[in-house]
């Protein structure tokens, strides 16, 4: 996982004015690189659920999405819901 070190972009609720964003914000935040491999599915496959959640995520300043520990449950409860459906 993100072990939290990341910018957010000067425009982003919590940047400050030198684009390093304060460690206990952006330490619950995670890419979409670490969501996927939490939940053990491509970075695409993240996108793509966020996408269809429409979730309101936040970027870094190099255009990385981050997402919430909530978001990551949600991401992860529906991709759950998505392997049960086509169990059956």
Known sequence: MSDGSVFLAPDQPGANSNQNADSNLTANYYTAGDVAEN???????VKRIAAELRFDVQHTAGG???????????IKAEWQRRQQEAWK
């Open 39 to 45: 939940i053990g599915v491509s970075v695409t496959t």
């Open 64 to 74: 990385l999405k981050l997402f919430t520990r909530q978001q990551l449950d949600k």
